[in-house]
């Protein structure tokens, strides 16, 4: 859930500072002591102004499932985004802060019958298939055959680098576009353009020129089978902010102009998650347990791989740790200049698999401090639950802007 309505105005380094507000003001903070996320969405504005100036011609659909924050997807409305929705209850989540239908993809390549349907009923159009049992579902539950279809197609050339590769279980191989295409034509379906993937987070920028090749190849098989032109290249998602995403869009832009020069009128979309948001939500987490062990230190705090933490387990994310130290030193609480340990920190389950980090340099913390966890915002809560009933799913998110990003 938001924690309130409105929205604190930081410096651009301020957020450490509104936390410990949070921590020592917020009286259901310190009744609770509850994890909870703050959520930059100056960040986020600065973000989307890093997109639009390297990539000014690729409107990005931001992909819900990385992080459904209400605040963060409205925030994202206002900047001009649209949005890639995997199932129905997306779609219900976007429709609903009334978004029009026409700003969604339905980009999940194998949909239940259901949720095609709703797609239908609800006026979203566009989607993807890579299959001949898509397409046919497609057909069945498109009646009046109102849809715009994109064939998904596997990246050929996998550089190993993406935190989770998803050419196993998406995108149609070279040898079966064809049929694909003849398959949708025979269903008198609409195919306006090509969609790829090339694996979410660090993927080697190698990738998105050989799947731009392989996108070009399909257009012209496409029109060689005589479908309308192609309009519409999708070029997925993956994008990590820092170095690697200017990296990515020299690659993406050298790429579209190499094999897409000559297609003026070429709507190009993406499908970025973590680019948007990853850094912007920052979690705190109360220390509720410790144990010394000769020079280790173990620590328990009340969120874990289950909750804001599976984001270790599923996404392989590395996590960053800060010591707020509210409890055992108040006149230092960030803990500069402090003797540190190498310290584990667990979960509150009873499950020994829930552990955040090992072996990380901690000073030396307190029952009732607190461990602050920046860049936590993909694919962390969306995927949290509630098990052996500690919460991990709604937790509180308090919103800031900082000036600048």
């Known amino acids: 859930m938001d924690n309130g309505k409105k929205t604190t105005e930081i410096s651009k380094n301020g957020i450490n500072d509104f936390i410990k507000s949070i921590i020592l003001s917020d009286p259901y903070t310190k009744e609770t002591k509850e994890p909870f996320f703050v959520l930059d969405l100056g960040m986020v504005t600065s973000l989307m102004a890093i997109w639009k100036e390297n990539l000014p011609t690729i409107r990005p659909f931001y992909a819900v499932k990385c992080n459904p924050n209400l605040s963060l997807l409205t925030h994202m409305e206002t900047l001009g985004a649209n949005f890639d929705c995997a199932s129905q209850k ?27 349907r709703y797609a239908s009923k609800t006026g979203v159009t566009r989607t993807t298939f890579d299959s001949v049992y898509e397409v046919e579902k497609i057909k069945k539950n498109y009646p009046d055959g109102n849809c715009q279809l994109l064939i998904r197609v ?25 049929p694909l295409l003849k398959a949708a034509k025979l269903s008198g379906l609409d195919v306006v353009g090509v969609s790829f993937h090339i694996g979410s987070g660090d993927a080697d920028c190698r990738s998105y020129h ?14 060689k089978l005589g479908f309308p032109r192609m309009r519409v290249l999708n070029i997925g ?27 003026p009128d070429l709507e190009i979309i993406a499908e970025p998650g973590r680019y948007f948001a990853e850094h912007p939500f920052t979690l705190a987490a109360n220390v509720i347990g410790k144990r010394v062990r000769g020079e280790l230190r173990e620590y328990y705090i009340n969120d874990g791989l289950y909750g804001s933490f599976n984001c270790i387990q599923y996404d392989h994310a590395v996590i960053t740790v ?35 980090v090992e072996g990380y340099e901690l000073p030396e913390m307190e029952i009732g401090d607190w461990m602050v966890f920046p860049n936590i915002g993909a694919y962390s809560s969306a995927s949290g ?17 900082s000036k600048g990003g």
Not at 155 to 175: F, Q, T
């Open 237 to 263: 998602g993956g994008f990590t902010a820092g170095s690697q995403f200017i990296e990515a869009a020299e690659a993406v832009n050298f790429a579209i102009q190499t094999y897409f020069k000559d297609e």
């Open 154 to 178: 596997k990246p050929i050339h996998d550089y190993g680098s993406a935190r989770c590769p998803l050419g196993a279980k998406y995108g149609a191989l070279p040898n079966e576009v064809e």
């Open 90 to 116: 997306e779609i219900e989540l976007i429709l609903s802060l009334g978004i029009s239908p026409n700003r969604i993809i339905f980009a999940n390549p194998c949909k239940p019958d259901t949720h095609i």
């Open 385 to 401: 639950s509630n098990f052996n009933g500690f919460k991990g799913v709604g937790l509180s998110t308090h919103l800031v802007y």
């Open 322 to 356: 800060k010591a707020f130290m509210v409890e055992s030193d108040p006149e230092n609480v960030n803990g500069f200049g402090s003797m540190t340990y190498g310290s584990t920190v667990f979960g509150p389950t009873c499950d020994a698999l829930d552990t955040v």
């Open 210 to 223: 050989s799947a731009i090749s392989a996108a070009r190849d399909v257009f012209d098989t496409a029109t």
